[in-house]
C-alpha cells in the first residue's frame, strides 16, 4: 500500500460544477497536509494548507479527518482555470510523501 | 522577490554521460530539497538539506547520484553515469523553516532530463 493514495482520476466536469477530492494516508504520525496544484509540464505550486479545523479560501474547501486519516479538497463552482493536477501532500517530523495526483478537466 | 531558480531547463545526454543540476533557492529559505518526478506520478523526495547538512537522503541513488550544498545556499545534484531510467523532471525547492507545524515549500520549474 503506499503512504499516500489519491482518486486517479481523471476527472471531467463542466464548469460551475462541484468536484470533490480524497487523499489517505497511512503513517498516524503525519503533522502537516497540504495541496498543491500542478499544470501540465509546470512545476507544483502551493494551493492550501490543510488544518484540523478545516479552511476555506474563496471556491476551495480543504478537510482533514485525522481518525479515518484522510484528507479532502472540495473545489465549487468549477472553472476552466481549474483544470489541473492536484497533488496532496502529507508530512511527518522525518519525512514528506507526494501522492500520484488527481487529475482535473473543466470543460466549457 | 524571486522565486527558486534552477539550470538548465532541459537536458538531453546519452546514457552512461554525467549530468548535473544547479539550483539557487528562495533567499533566507534555510531548507532545500530535490525531487524526481516521473510522468503521472508525484514528486518523489531524493534529497533535503538544512542549511548545509544533508538530513534526509535515504531515496537518494547513491551508487550514481550525489548532491551538495556546500555553503548552505545553492545546490548542486549530479548524477553519473545516467541510466535510460533516470529520464525525469528533477524539480528543486525550498522552505523558510521546518516546523512540527508544516513547512510550505516552493518549487523551482524543473530541469527536464531526457536520456538517450
Known amino acids: 500500500r503506499k503512504e499516500v493514495e489519491q482518486d486517479p482520476g481523471p476527472f471531467n466536469v463542466p464548469e460551475g460544477a462541484t468536484v470533490a477530492f480524497n487523499c489517505t494516508y497511512s503513517?498516524?504520525?503525519?503533522?502537516?497536509f497540504f495541496w498543491y496544484r500542478q499544470d501540465c509540464r509546470k512545476e507544483p505550486k502551493l494551493l492550501m494548507s490543510?488544518?484540523?479545523s478545516g479552511n476555506e479560501d474563496g471556491r476551495f474547501t480543504a478537510q482533514l479527518n485525522r481518525a479515518s486519516q484522510y484528507i479532502s479538497l472540495l473545489i465549487r463552482d468549477s472553472k476552466l482555470s481549474d483544470s489541473a493536477t492536484y497533488l496532496c501532500?502529507?508530512?511527518?517530523?522525518?519525512?514528506?510523501?507526494f501522492g500520484a495526483g488527481t487529475r482535473l478537466t473543466v470543460k466549457p | 522577490e524571486a522565486g527558486v531558480v534552477q539550470s538548465p531547463r532541459y537536458k538531453i545526454i546519452e546514457k552512461k554521460q554525467p549530468v548535473a543540476f544547479w539550483c539557487n533557492p528562495i533567499?533566507?529559505?534555510?531548507?532545500l530539497y530535490w525531487y524526481r518526478q516521473n510522468l503521472g506520478q508525484g514528486p518523489e523526495l531524493l534529497i533535503r538539506?538544512?542549511?548545509?547538512?544533508?538530513?534526509?537522503d535515504s531515496q537518494l541513488p547513491k551508487d550514481r547520484f550525489s548532491a551538495e550544498r556546500l555553503k548552505g545556499v545553492d545546490s548542486t545534484l549530479k548524477i553519473q553515469p545516467a541510466e535510460l531510467g533516470d529520464s525525469a523532471v528533477y524539480l528543486c525547492?525550498?522552505?523558510?523553516?521546518?516546523?512540527?507545524?508544516?513547512?510550505?515549500?516552493?518549487f523551482g520549474p524543473g530541469t527536464r532530463l531526457t536520456v538517450t
Open positions: 533567499s533566507g529559505h534555510n531548507t
Open positions: 503513517n498516524s504520525a503525519s503533522q502537516s
Open positions: 501532500v502529507v508530512n511527518t517530523l522525518l519525512d514528506m510523501r
Open positions: 490543510v488544518y484540523s
Open positions: 525547492a525550498s522552505s523558510l523553516v521546518r516546523t512540527g507545524e508544516g513547512y510550505e515549500q516552493y
Open positions: 538539506y538544512e542549511n548545509e547538512e544533508a538530513v534526509d
